[in-house]
């Protein structure tokens, strides 16, 4: 904080301990202060270590390089652990004097192969981590470091994408689980290795397995039968599991491995037709509100007994036309509401939600901008809901309708012959004098009106 920051501070600081309630002297004080002094604490220069310190972001190059042989060991740190230390900068580094700075340029990702496989060799078991983590360390020197008495260093090599199979293979049988653990999520871990962790006795390590992308189907349909179901859970979350798999699945006994299948976009037509059945009311709502669903599971959702799944279905972007069919007349006058706010919906089902006994739902056809000019007829009429939406130029409605409509007791009917582009001059100039501004305003916005 610079020296003019501190002194304002200090001065609301000692306003909030000291002010009475109401005390008007504390306000006149605190702006006679803020006024005197301004133009002082403007030419007090600031913090020098503040105006001192570079940015990260604008050191780069020879400006690095040169912090590199700085005597300060802070400032060597600070250079092998940047993100945009060269790597020749980073070579130099690897064999500084002080074992954090060689750690820090261990880990770094622009540390060249040469130099991370010197660092695999460090006396220091902290920079043999850092290496063994380093995507630029050689495979055989991956392999080395596998056997490394540092169970941390192993978990290194286990996760480092540069691992090859053997030494994947090695570390398998490894006695620490976080070794196995990483290991299995390895995405070249060869098929029998897989199907080897897939029955280790740890749980964590079969979740690992689960839970990679790169998984054999084999190694999916053994873990499909775990008798854990948090791993047949991860397996059905699993995008790469297969469809056959996925059908079994969704009648597994736990709700929530079920749950997982219902939300993964590998489920096909028949496991979702076993799921849209299923006793569990979340399991259905999440097949519900799936946007990539076929046809046929909207139309069998949309005469779910459950309201809440109705709607969901009902407020769908991609619900069928057939689904929407049957929820126009659906018992429910939510599900009713939410299906005539749908934009998507087809237009003649918004003329037949028009004529509903609901006036929430009327409305909501009225709210909605998808609503075609052809239910407007029928809308202005009605005396309970409010027309927001103001005329188009496509608006058919028609010379008689527009003078009938002009006589409404709701200025809101008033208001959209006010905005529409075909009404006559001689029912806006009568319009101009209506006791609602917001009418008089339609009629001023309006391309007919006369000067």
Same mark, same amino acid.
């Given at each position: 904080?610079?020296?003019?920051?501190?002194?304002?501070?200090?001065?609301?600081?000692?306003?909030?301990?000291?002010?009475?309630?109401?005390?008007?002297?504390?306000?006149?004080?605190?702006?006679?202060?803020?006024?005197?002094?301004?133009?002082?604490?403007?030419?007090?220069?600031?913090?020098?270590?503040?105006?001192?310190?570079?940015?990260?972001?604008?050191?780069?190059?020879?400006?690095?390089?040169?912090?590199?042989?700085?005597?300060?060991?802070?400032?060597?740190?600070?250079?092998?652990?940047?993100?945009?230390?060269?790597?020749?900068?980073?070579?130099?580094?690897?064999?500084?004097?002080?074992?954090?700075?060689?750690?820090?340029?261990?880990?770094?990702?622009?540390?060249?192969?040469?130099?991370?496989?010197?660092?695999?060799?460090?006396?220091?078991?902290?920079?043999?981590?850092?290496?063994?983590?380093?995507?630029?360390?050689?495979?055989?020197?991956?392999?080395?470091?596998?056997?490394?008495?540092?169970?941390?260093? !192993?978990?290194?090599?286990?996760?480092?994408?540069?691992?090859?199979?053997?030494?994947?293979?090695?570390?398998?049988?490894?006695?620490?689980?976080?070794?196995?653990?990483?290991?299995?999520?390895?995405?070249?871990?060869?098929?029998?290795?897989?199907?080897?962790?897939?029955?280790?006795?740890?749980?964590?390590?079969?979740?690992?397995?689960?839970?990679?992308?790169?998984?054999?189907?084999?190694?999916?349909?053994?873990?499909?039968?775990?008798?854990?179901?948090?791993?047949?859970?991860?397996?059905?979350?699993?995008?790469?599991?297969?469809?056959?798999?996925?059908?079994?699945?969704?009648?597994?006994?736990?709700?929530?491995?079920?749950?997982?299948?219902?939300?993964?976009?590998?489920?096909?037509?028949?496991?979702?037709?076993?799921?849209?059945?299923?006793?569990?009311?979340?399991?259905?709502?999440?097949?519900?509100?799936?946007?990539?669903?076929? !046809?046929?599971?909207?139309?069998?959702?949309?005469?779910?007994?459950?309201?809440?799944?109705?709607?969901?279905?009902?407020?769908?972007?991609?619900?069928?036309?057939?689904?929407?069919?049957?929820?126009?007349?659906?018992?429910?006058?939510?599900?009713?509401?939410?299906?005539?706010?749908?934009?998507?919906?087809?237009?003649?089902?918004?003329?037949?939600?028009?004529?509903?006994?609901?006036?929430?739902?009327?409305?909501?056809?009225?709210?909605?901008?998808?609503?075609?000019?052809?239910?407007?007829?029928?809308?202005?009429?009605?005396?309970?809901?409010?027309?927001?939406?103001?005329?188009?130029?496509?608006?058919?409605?028609?010379?008689?309708?527009?003078?009938?409509?002009?006589?409404?007791?709701?200025?809101?009917?008033?208001?959209?012959?006010?905005?529409?582009?075909?009404?006559?001059?001689?029912?806006?100039?009568?319009?101009?004098?209506?006791?609602?501004?917001?009418?008089?305003?339609?009629?001023?916005?309006?391309?007919?009106?006369?000067?």
């Amino acid at each position: 904080m610079s020296v003019s920051q501190q002194f304002l501070t200090s001065i609301f600081d000692f306003n909030d301990r000291h002010r009475a309630p109401d005390d008007w002297r504390f306000d006149k004080e605190l702006h006679w202060l803020i006024e005197s002094f301004q133009d002082l604490s403007c030419e007090i220069e600031a913090d020098p270590v503040e105006a001192a310190a570079p940015e990260a972001d604008e050191i780069s190059g020879e400006g690095l390089w040169y912090l590199a042989m700085h005597e300060s060991v802070s400032v060597r740190q600070f250079v092998a652990g940047h993100a945009g230390t060269t790597a020749d900068c980073l070579k130099h580094l690897a064999n500084d004097r002080d074992a954090i700075v060689r750690q820090l340029a261990a880990a770094n990702p622009n540390c060249p192969g040469s130099a991370c496989d010197q660092l695999a060799g460090d006396q220091n078991l902290l920079v043999r981590r850092s290496a063994a983590g380093n995507k630029n360390t050689s495979p055989s020197l991956l392999h080395i470091l596998s056997a490394e008495r540092d169970p941390a260093v !192993r978990m290194a090599v286990g996760s480092n994408p540069s691992t090859e199979a053997d030494s994947i293979r090695i570390l398998a049988k490894d006695p620490e689980v976080e070794v196995r653990f990483h290991v299995a999520s390895h995405p070249i871990c060869p098929e029998q290795t897989q199907l080897e962790l897939a029955q280790d006795e740890a749980l964590l390590v079969r979740q690992a397995v689960a839970r990679n992308s790169a998984l054999a189907q084999m190694v999916l349909i053994r873990l499909s039968e775990d008798s854990e179901p948090s791993v047949r859970r991860i397996v059905a979350e699993n995008k790469i599991t297969p469809e056959p798999v996925l059908r079994r699945m969704a009648q597994d006994p736990d709700a929530y491995v079920r749950r997982a299948v219902a939300e993964n976009p590998a489920a096909g037509l028949e496991a979702l037709i076993v799921l849209s059945q299923d006793a569990d009311i979340l399991t259905r709502l999440i097949v519900a509100l799936n946007e990539n669903r076929p !046809r046929e599971i909207s139309f069998l959702l949309a005469g779910d007994k459950e309201e809440s799944i109705r709607v969901a279905i009902a407020r769908g972007e991609c619900v069928s036309a057939e689904a929407a069919m049957k929820l126009a007349i659906d018992e429910s006058d939510t599900v009713r509401m939410w299906l005539a706010r749908n934009e998507k919906i087809l237009p003649e089902l918004l003329i037949m939600l028009t004529h509903d006994l609901d006036k929430r739902v009327r409305q909501s056809v009225a709210d909605n901008p998808s609503t075609p000019d052809a239910a407007f007829d029928v809308l202005l009429r009605d005396t309970e809901i409010f027309v927001r939406r103001q005329a188009t130029d496509e608006s058919i409605i028609d010379d008689g309708t527009l003078r009938e409509f002009v006589s409404s007791t709701s200025s809101f009917v008033r208001g959209y012959v006010a905005s529409c582009p075909p009404a006559p001059t001689d029912l806006l100039k009568q319009l101009s004098s209506d006791h609602s501004p917001e009418v008089r305003m339609r009629v001023a916005a309006n391309h007919n009106t006369h000067p």
